[in-house]
């Protein structure tokens, strides 16, 4: 399976970005997907995660009320939406699915990457 992000760029401190992260290879709605970021000089870090049946998500402590993680089966695409947006979040996003099963929180949790979208939350 191919993952495809894009939607990153340089924003102010609140404002808002729609990440998307398009799929390929295989058929989509059979795998869950996720949100991770990298921050320069940090490890990668769970961001929100969404099941394969759109019935479940989980989203981290750091990014609850003000991202929001969903999918679009028909269109093969999960999207993040951000809002109040800060300048800790800038970060390299990278998009993730993985097989049925616990929304993990871990990057080892998760079989297959996209190649990353930089976001940048200027003060």
């Known amino acids: 399976v191919q993952l495809q992000a894009s939607g990153g760029g340089l924003v102010q401190a609140g404002g808002s970005l729609r990440l998307s992260c398009a799929v390929s290879g295989r058929t989509f709605s059979s795998y869950d997907m996720g949100w991770f970021r990298q921050a320069p000089g940090k490890e990668r870090e769970f961001v929100a995660a969404?099941?394969?049946?759109?019935?479940?998500?989980n989203h981290a402590d750091s990014v609850k009320g003000r991202f929001t993680i969903s999918r679009d089966n028909a269109k093969n695409t999960v999207y993040l939406q951000m809002s109040s947006l800060k300048p800790e979040d800038t970060a390299v996003y990278y998009c993730a699915a993985k097989t049925p099963g616990p929304l993990y929180t871990i990057v080892a949790g998760w079989c297959y990457w996209g190649q990353g979208t930089l976001v940048t939350v200027s003060s």
């Open positions: 969404i099941s394969w049946s759109d019935t479940s998500t």
